[in-house]
């Protein structure tokens, strides 16, 4: 009878497991519907910063590497294009072997030559022709074809940074007979070799891409294509998802989006959520006194209770994670522990502001002392994060007035001239990487999107020894040193909260992972929808 | 009449001249411009190099001084040529032509709600004046002006989301590819709109057939014994349309350049909606374009009030 039993217990447990596991496993089929809240002002990946362009147009494309669609992190480089690499011994050089037969959509195969006109395009453009992240490349030397199947990236100095930079979604790789005729062909055009061959672009409303039957990926893409909408209204967007017109929108919701979303459509809804590669930051200007005075920056960092701030504020706007300059949960992040150990994040608030309103004293700042925020005319989540952070200065006895600017004057009137005393910056990355992270807040000589117009030689030194460290655990050393000065011994610039990515998408879309990043994981080779 | 025509005609140049002049400097007093909407306001843009910006600004013509822009401009605009956008680098006039069959069909369609609505509605009420009817009519009309058309149309989509669980179409199919499809999508913002619009038509109707009615040739033709109706339609209706005509063109001109916020709700890829991503990308060309075409829209539709002014009542005349 015992034997019956366990026979019949492991017959239902493999009779429960058989769906369960056919389930998960990818079926083809269907069409991905998304709504894109941004349009590109042009096709090419190497000149335009906006996911207005990512969303919609990456799966037309390959990149040499890829960051892993399935890590969470989104930091981990994988072969795309390159199905191999080595690295030199001196660091210097990087041998890159490529896939054979990797078509085109016109049916020409991929190649070595493809791989260097595309990189030389981004690294070195010639003129006339934009590359928005040459700067990223200083490093490179020479990109080399030394034959069909193999790339070589000369480096001029050993970089931490390299490997994870050309996982960049951004570096497209075009045709090298096309850009040998026309430089500007990919801003008009789309060509490439991804999972999805082009249809159409009808402006302002949609993009269309159809499955690539010949992928050199075999068996993918599942789907059998996509459709990106494109729709400003963000109540519009969440309407389409809520409607199931749409199974998900790549960039994220608010709070108060998701919850309805729920609460409607329930298990037909799945939520994943990250932090999100983005930050508000407070410059705050060191030419204009008292800010040119170190304590009281450190009392204005003092004052801000992030932990406490994260708890109310995530519940309506799209911040959430206390953080330092690296994004949590990612590779070089300060874990918890060391991050309550500097002027800001200590765990006791009473402390902080006593010890804030002690500066303030010191450096002679008289109670109720007033001063301009000048914010940036985005409601969210600048708005939240502006009330709470004047709310916090307040409660060291500061009297501060908000100003908001319209968005598109806010860079060229107010932060860039230096015409304020604190106001919100903001850092928004499209991988998360020190080099990335960090440059933001190097002297201002050197980059002149640092707003608080600083000089700080220590924070420079320490950025070009990260950079060049090979070893990671000595890099995050140096990033954890870089970050001490940075937001503690000189507060020079404030971080407020981490943005948090809310993604609630349909149920039926399998295979996506969210990162902390809306410009990653946009390829959709990997993404399929149930039944 | 003919010359009157003509006159019309050419004083609508300096009128435009004017508003391409005021446009074209006042939008360059606004601070930021299209390099840095497309490089700073995306995302990684504080990261760019100056020097790109300055190449990007370059291309565009943005280096020059604003007098020799401004000659550039008036140039291809002699030559009817509106020049290329400064955010696609596409021609302007595709990307207006792309949008404008849009905003034009819900506008006709708008326009249709009201007048069918307004008319009858407004006639019934003065009719039927100071009774219940009249107040329930006065009653639809004033809700009408209060409620902003996009509000409604917020609560049409929310509506029949939560009632029927069906969601208007949100991707414009043009009604030549399917009829239907096109119909569906179209329908619930004209009637948001038609609404909101037939409300300011509704009380001039009310009003000027109350004013009509009171006439004497009204009160002879009842006299005589005249059929109800015909004195109605022959008699009261068209000499109370006059000022009704008026506000339904001028409504409709406000229609053409004032659908942004419906076109945003219902996602409606419009003139609206392009207006304003053209003023939120600086693209300055584009904006100037769909100024001047706001303008001439205005200017055509009094020109053609005017006209119907004179067919509907002979003693208007024009030398």
Redesign the interface.
């Known amino acids: 009878m015992r034997r019956v039993t366990t026979l019949f217990a492991l017959v239902l447990v493999a009779a429960l497991a058989v769906p369960a596991t056919a389930q998960e496993k990818p079926r083809h089929g269907g069409e991905l519907v998304f709504p894109v809240p941004?349009?590109p002002?042009?096709y090419d990946g190497h000149r335009?910063?906006?996911?207005g362009l990512i969303h919609p147009f990456a799966p037309f494309y390959n990149t040499l590497l890829r960051v892993d669609p399935n890590d969470p992190s989104g930091t981990k480089p994988v072969p795309s294009l390159a199905e191999s690499w080595t690295i030199a011994k001196d660091g210097l050089t990087y041998t890159f072997k490529l896939r054979r037969g990797v078509k085109f959509h016109d049916g020409s195969e991929m190649t070595s030559k493809d791989v260097k006109a595309s990189y030389d395009k981004i690294i070195s453009p010639p003129a006339?022709v934009?590359?928005?992240?040459?700067?990223q490349y200083a490093v490179v030397e020479a990109v080399e074809a030394p034959d069909p199947y193999t790339v070589r990236f000369r480096l001029k100095w050993p970089s931490g940074a390299f490997l994870t930079s050309l996982a960049s979604p951004w570096n497209f790789i075009y045709k090298a007979d096309i850009l040998a005729k026309d430089m500007h062909w990919y801003?008009?055009n789309i060509m490439g070799t991804g999972p999805f061959i082009f249809v159409e672009h009808?402006?302002?409303?949609?993009v269309v891409g159809k499955k690539n039957p010949t992928y050199w990926d075999k068996g993918k893409p599942y789907l059998d294509g996509f459709r990106a909408?494109?729709?400003?209204?963000t109540?519009?967007q969440v309407?389409?998802i809520?409607?199931e017109?749409a199974h998900i929108q790549f960039r994220g919701f608010a709070p108060k989006d998701r919850d309805n979303l729920k609460a409607a459509l329930g298990d037909k809804i799945t939520v994943q959520e990250s932090p999100w590669d983005c930050i508000l930051l407070v410059a705050i200007n060191h030419e204009k006194k008292p800010f040119d005075d170190k304590r009281v920056r450190r009392a204005l960092t003092l004052a801000l209770d992030r932990y406490e701030g994260s708890k109310a504020l995530s519940q309506i706007a799209i911040v959430k994670e206390v953080a330092g300059v690296v994004v949590p949960g990612t590779p070089f992040a300060t874990p918890p522990d060391e991050l309550a150990k500097l002027a800001g994040y200590w765990r006791d608030i009473t402390k902080s502001r006593e010890e804030a309103k002690r500066l303030l004293r010191e450096a002679g700042v008289p109670d109720g002392f007033s001063f301009t925020f000048k914010n940036r005319g985005i409601p969210m989540p600048y708005e939240p994060l502006a009330v709470w952070l004047i709310d916090q200065w307040r409660q060291i006895g500061l009297n501060v007035k908000h100003e908001v600017v319209?968005?598109?004057?806010?860079?060229?009137?107010v932060v860039r001239p230096g015409n304020f005393e604190a106001a919100m910056?903001?850092?928004?990355?499209?991988i998360v990487e020190p080099d990335?992270d960090l440059?933001?807040f190097v002297s201002r000589d050197k980059?002149?999107?640092n707003y608080s117009r600083y000089t700080d030689r220590t924070l420079d030194e320490l950025y070009d020894k990260q950079s060049r460290a090979g070893d990671p655990e000595e890099r995050k050393k140096l990033v954890r040193q870089f970050e001490k000065r940075l937001l503690d011994e000189e507060a020079h610039y404030l971080m407020t909260l981490q943005w948090h990515r809310i993604i609630p998408h349909s149920a039926k879309v399998k295979g996506w992972q969210v990162t902390p990043s809306h410009?990653l994981n946009n390829t959709l080779d990997v993404v399929w929808l149930a039944d | 009449m003919l010359k009157y025509i003509a006159k019309r005609f050419l004083l609508m140049i300096p009128t435009l001249l004017g508003v391409a002049i005021l446009t074209f400097f006042l939008l360059r007093i606004v601070p930021g411009d299209v390099v840095e909407a497309r490089f700073i306001a995306a995302g990684q843009g504080q990261f760019v190099d100056r020097a790109l910006m300055d190449m990007e600004r370059a291309k565009l013509g943005l280096d020059q001084p604003m007098w020799k822009q401004f000659v550039a401009w008036m140039w291809g605009l002699v030559r009817l040529d509106l020049g290329l956008s400064m955010w696609t680098g596409a021609p302007i006039t595709e990307e207006i032509k792309l949008r404008l069959a849009l905003s034009l069909q819900l506008a006709i369609m708008a326009t249709v709600v009201a007048t069918l609505l307004a008319i009858p509605l407004g006639v019934v009420a003065a009719l039927k004046q100071d009774t219940w009817i009249d107040y329930a009519v006065r009653v639809f009309s004033i809700a009408g002006l209060a409620m902003p058309s996009f509000w409604l149309g917020i609560l049409m989509i929310l509506g029949f989301l939560i009632i029927f669980k069906w969601l208007p179409p949100m991707v414009y199919t043009p009604f030549w590819v399917d009829p239907w499809e096109n119909l569906a999508q179209l329908i619930w913002p004209a009637l948001a709109v038609g609404y909101r619009y037939s409300a300011v038509a509704t009380r001039m109707t009310r009003s000027a057939m109350l004013e009509v009615l009171r006439e004497d040739y009204i009160r002879t033709a009842r006299a005589k014994g005249l059929w109800l109706k015909l004195i109605l339609v022959r008699h009261a209706l068209k000499n109370a349309m006059l000022p009704v005509v008026t506000v339904i063109a001028l409504e409709f001109a406000f229609l053409l350049g004032g659908l942004v916020v419906t076109e945003q709700v219902f996602n409606l890829n419009g003139i609206g909606m392009l207006f304003v991503e053209a003023i939120a990308r600086r693209d300055y060309t584009l904006t100037q374009a769909l100024v001047l075409l706001t303008a001439s829209t205005f200017i055509v539709v009094n020109f053609l009030m005017d006209v119907m002014y004179a067919w509907l009542d002979p003693r208007i005349r024009y030398r």
């Open positions: 941004s349009e002002p042009s335009e910063e906006t996911f006339g934009g590359s928005t992240r040459q700067g801003e008009k009808v402006r302002g409303s949609h909408l494109f729709v400003r209204d109540a519009a309407s389409l809520r409607g017109r319209e968005s598109a004057a806010y860079f060229g009137q910056d903001f850092q928004c990355g499209y990335l440059y933001k980059n002149p999107a410009y």
